[in-house]
């Protein structure tokens, strides 16, 4: 998959650029930057879509007792 690209920079400590220019031929580490942010991203907008069906749901009205027990025996009936 082809993305645009835009530039986002980062200050580290110098011994961390060090280590980094160190290990680079080992690791790419502009991608696993993009990887570790497009997975934080990833995992906030899932806790807010959890968020939102909890809200959505908490504000639906509860069925009374024992009618899931009723459709469930109603549907095995039918067949």
């Known amino acids: 998959m082809?993305?645009?690209l835009s530039v986002v920079?980062?200050?580290?400590p110098e011994w961390v650029k060090e280590k980094m220019q160190k290990y680079g031929k080992y690791v790419n580490w502009a991608e696993?930057?993009?990887?570790m942010i497009t997975a934080k991203i990833e995992e906030i907008e899932r806790?807010?879509?959890i968020e939102r069906a909890v809200k959505i749901l908490s504000s639906l009205s509860s069925t009374p007792?024992?009618?899931a027990k009723n459709?469930?025996?109603?549907n095995r009936d039918s067949h």
Do not use: N, T, Y
């Open 2 to 4: 082809v993305f645009d």
């Open 9 to 12: 920079s980062v200050k580290v």
């Open 32 to 35: 696993e930057i993009r990887r």
């Open 47 to 49: 806790r807010e879509a």
């Open 65 to 67: 007792e024992g009618v």
């Open 71 to 74: 459709l469930v025996r109603e």
